[in-house]
């Protein structure tokens, strides 16, 4: 067993990994490549960083490409992304160009690569367009979502239901994203790498360290929000409950934030965040550069409560980080956070500001509960959402697909 | 001749059908039409793909009544479906559909969930492999059974109970082909409820059935 599984094994079991093994078995050699449009920042390019070399080590040829393009292609990706997720954003025409003209290019780059692989998985909307361009592809195609696509804007997912239509199958997060589309539409949720620098236990030294240098005290309770300064992450939302709590128990709130280059609203949001927050000592904005894993790390396992109150997720990859840190979470009420957040089980799902603040004086009261919570909480990931279980069920997947189409498929050994 | 256990192992992956009903009307519909393989997602699935497990129910749709159309009676009807005991899924397909006709005749009001709280039906494909291992002594299996994957405890233990007469576990069957010898390890094999565990839970309630027949560990309680 190579040493990066073996690691795993450690976390997750060997018996985890004798079935990765197993099911790998029959696609040793195969050239599954994947498309996304950034390496940094985001839960997707986080993810793709480990399941790579760990497609490598079970023998399969694994590869991973982003697409590039100027600053007008984020503008229209980053819009398409708002309203898949509820905006009503109407694209222009020329922005759409933009678009297909930078997925006709970046085509024209990877051509050999796409055309050749057994596999393609393609992930969020920005590469989707380049299917259309790719006539003498070899492989079977995959579209991966990983946003809340459950009440698009309709005249923007009908422009980009035209790219996705014609791929083998697409993939979602949560039965209550797929749209309808006529092709095999599987459900895997995403899930956290447990040996990341993000997500594997810190000395405490280094904590206390960290959170020592950003001015947070010892003695005051730490609520944590960490995601991308987003508007649908609700960080004014958070400071509202903040201030909430405050008059009741003294509280510290740490609003912290990684950048993603292929996120051009970033900059406009952090402003505001950062003029609602005033001059309170007490709130902490942190701009983290995207490889701030450990620093995110040192807040959520230093944190009492870890908040994610969006008002939209996919998923809510930093939701799994708290939870694994063993933290209670509270959060918002909507797409994978429902299928993280059981209520008075691993944190609370709330609506409104007030719902969370309400929910933060609950625990702060009540230490034991916190405490029991963060153990089912850590224990919930270790049994659903580590990296290995995403794995086992992307080669799942792909088995599938080469094998035939029946509910059951039985793979016998080959002999010998 | 003593052939062997084989151990075999499966993974699950979960297919949207793209259909959800809102209310209990619309589940009745869709139950009539959906794909087989949603029966076998919705009631055995949920041990091998990612979930809570919840510990009031061992199947999605008496979670869905009770959580979202806050219909007990019904909840509990499907809660108590064993869906071993049919002989194929369309058996299973048509009690659930029953059920459902009699809580629509008897409630004066159709079950509603809120936006949002839709069920949405889901199929599974499951792969199943051999993983190679082969034991001929049942002793081999105190030390196998804890490095056994969930998925094999699955398709031995649970999914075992549609393939075999009488809906038992694998290893009974195969025990009982080597003789008398097993009887008491077998009795203990056959009483084990699968449901109201997850299957880490079985595997350490197989195991300790193991080590309390072998005598490895005298308290029967494993350290």
């Not at chain 2, 899924?89 to 809580?103: H, K, M």
């Not at chain 2, 010898?181 to 309630?205: A, C, G, H, Q």
């Amino acid at each position: 067993m190579g040493s990066l599984l073996e690691q795993y094994a450690s976390v997750a079991g060997h018996e985890v990994i004798d079935q990765l093994q197993q099911l790998a078995n029959p696609l040793r050699g195969m050239k599954i490549l994947h498309i996304n449009s950034t390496k940094e920042g985001g839960g997707v390019a986080e993810i793709l960083n480990r399941l790579i070399p760990l497609k490598k080590e079970l023998g399969i040829d694994a590869e991973w490409e982003i697409i590039t393009g100027e600053k007008d292609f984020y503008l229209c990706t980053k819009k398409m992304h708002n309203s898949l997720q509820g905006n009503r954003d109407d694209i222009p025409d020329n922005l759409l160009s933009v678009y297909e003209k930078t997925n006709r290019e970046n085509y024209e780059r990877l051509r050999e690569k796409l055309e050749t692989a057994d596999i393609v998985f393609i992930h969020d909307p920005q590469p989707a367009a380049l299917l259309s361009h790719c006539n003498n592809r070899k492989g079977k195609w995959f579209w991966r979502c990983h946003i809340d696509v459950s009440h698009p804007y309709r005249p923007v997912w009908k422009y980009l239901r035209e790219f996705i239509k014609g791929y083998d199958a697409s993939i979602w997060s949560l039965s209550e994203f797929v749209q309808p589309l006529n092709h095999p539409q599987y459900l895997i949720p995403p899930s956290i790498d447990p040996l990341s620098e993000k997500n594997r236990e810190l000395p405490k030294k280094e904590i206390t360290d960290l959170l020592n240098s950003w001015g947070i005290k010892k003695d005051i309770p730490l609520i944590t929000q960490v995601s991308r300064f987003d508007r649908f992450k609700d960080p004014v939302g958070v400071i509202q409950s903040y201030r909430m709590v405050k008059k009741y128990v003294p509280v510290q709130l740490v609003l912290a934030g990684g950048g993603a280059s292929d996120d051009p609203e970033g900059q406009e949001v952090l402003d505001e965040v950062k003029a609602f927050a005033g001059n309170d000592p007490d709130i902490h904005v942190l701009e983290l550069p995207p490889d701030a894993h450990r620093q995110i790390n040192a807040l959520q396992s230093g944190s009492d409560i870890i908040i994610q109150k969006s008002l939209k997720e996919g998923f809510g990859l930093t939701v799994t980080e708290g939870l694994w840190k063993g933290k209670p979470v509270i959060a918002g009420n909507t797409g994978g956070i429902k299928l993280q957040i059981i209520d008075h089980y691993t944190g609370f799902r709330v609506t409104t500001p007030e719902g969370a603040a309400m929910r933060i004086r609950y625990l702060l009261k009540h230490p034991g509960t916190r405490k029991r919570m963060g153990e089912n909480a850590r224990q919930f990931v270790l049994n659903n959402y580590l990296i290995t279980r995403q794995l086992r069920e992307y080669l799942t997947l792909v088995v599938g697909l080469l094998f035939g189409s029946e509910d059951k498929i039985e793979l016998k050994l080959p002999s010998h | 001749m003593n052939e062997g256990f084989n151990i075999s192992d499966c993974a699950l992956i979960a297919i949207a059908t793209g259909e959800k009903a809102q209310n209990l009307r619309e589940f009745r519909d869709h139950l009539r039409t959906v794909h087989p393989g949603c029966f076998y997602y919705h009631f055995w699935g949920g041990l091998l793909y990612p979930h809570f497990n919840d510990p009031e129910f061992q199947n999605d749709f008496a979670v869905w009544a009770s959580r979202n159309l806050h219909d007990q009676k019904i909840s509990e009807q499907f809660a108590v479906i064993d869906p071993n005991i049919y002989s194929d899924i369309e058996d299973l397909r048509q009690e659930i559909i029953e059920i459902v006709e009699e809580r629509l005749y008897e409630s004066e009001h159709v079950p509603w969930a809120k936006r949002g709280q839709e069920f949405h039906f889901i199929r599974s494909q499951i792969v199943i492999f051999e993983t190679g291992i082969t034991y001929t002594d049942p002793r081999e299996l105190v030390e196998a059974i804890p490095n056994m994957s969930l998925g094999s405890i699955f398709f031995h233990f649970i999914d075992s109970r549609r393939r075999t007469e009488g809906h038992r576990n694998d290893i009974s069957v195969w025990l009982e082909g080597l003789g008398d010898e097993y009887e008491e390890l077998i009795k203990v094999l056959d009483k084990i409820d699968p449901y109201f565990t997850t299957l880490s839970e079985l595997r350490n309630i197989i195991h300790i059935a193991f080590n309390n027949f072998f005598k490895k560990i005298p308290n029967g309680k494993l350290t």
